[in-house]
């Protein structure tokens, strides 16, 4: 069955520095989601991506961060002059042609901010 | 704003009882209702949602839900529980048009 991929599975970074998280969605899916999960807390919406675009986007998304879809395959999201708070799990998720059709995770990107 | 409500944190329930899981909902129109489950390390799985339809939805792993709308309720349900069921269940509403707004999570412990 097709999966969805993250890598690396485990980050860690400086506060201040830039990092990426990629993600390889399932090959035929046409919404793209990010999403992260603070250590003990709920899983939390940051922004969807469809049609080359961002669709929507929760208030957590705000200017230091960003997404891409740099090729066919690949859609990655950048998070400028990282903080402490930005420590969490990030998951990817792809959906298919319909919006309310389910979402399909991937296990994530540990981020440790020091 | 559409929110779903999991008023439990744990759960816990003997292998081979039946076991549910509460989700309460509140949304203005139609839901559209998920439930996920995670395990320890991984990323979240679906296991069945409700569009429209059939009150009781199936799903995978012997998962079922029932759809409630006069009690605004989607509890998840097992009529036998596994000990390997044992995970972090996440029930989730659609928000317009696409984003996921997900409850706590309910922590499932299932004792040989």
């Known amino acids: 069955e097709p999966e969805v991929t993250q890598t690396p599975s485990h980050q860690v970074t400086q506060m201040g520095q830039e990092v990426i998280l990629r993600c390889v969605p399932i090959?035929?899916?046409?919404?793209f989601y990010w999403y992260r999960q603070i250590l003990g807390q709920k899983v939390e919406f940051l922004v969807s991506?469809?049609?080359?675009?961002?669709?929507?986007k929760s208030e957590i998304f705000d200017d230091q961060f960003s997404v891409e879809r740099p090729d066919g395959s690949n859609f990655t999201l950048k998070i400028r002059s990282t903080k402490l708070e930005d420590s969490a799990m990030y998951f990817c998720?792809?959906?298919?042609?319909?919006?309310?059709?389910?979402?399909?995770f991937g296990d994530g990107t540990r981020l440790s901010i020091l | 704003a559409q929110s779903v409500a999991q008023p439990e944190d744990q759960v816990n329930v003997a292998e081979g009882n039946p076991l549910t899981v509460k989700c309460t909902y509140s949304?203005?129109?139609?839901?559209?209702l998920f439930w996920y489950v995670q395990y320890p390390n991984r990323g979240l799985q679906f296991l069945l949602k409700?569009?429209?339809?059939?009150?009781l939805v199936k799903g995978s792993y012997g998962f079922e839900a029932e759809f409630n709308k006069s009690q605004t309720s989607f509890h998840l349900k097992k009529p036998s529980a596994l000990v390997s069921d044992s995970a972090l269940y996440f029930c989730?509403?659609?928000?317009?048009?696409?984003?996921?707004?997900f409850g706590k999570g309910t922590s499932l412990l299932v004792t040989p």
């Open positions: 949304v203005s129109g139609n839901p559209y």
């Open positions: 090959s035929n899916h046409l919404y």
């Open positions: 409700y569009i429209t339809g059939d009150n």
């Open positions: 989730a509403v659609r928000e317009v048009p696409s984003a996921l707004n």
């Open positions: 998720a792809s959906g298919g042609s319909e919006s309310n059709q389910p979402q399909h």
């Open positions: 991506f469809y049609n080359n675009e961002i669709s929507e």
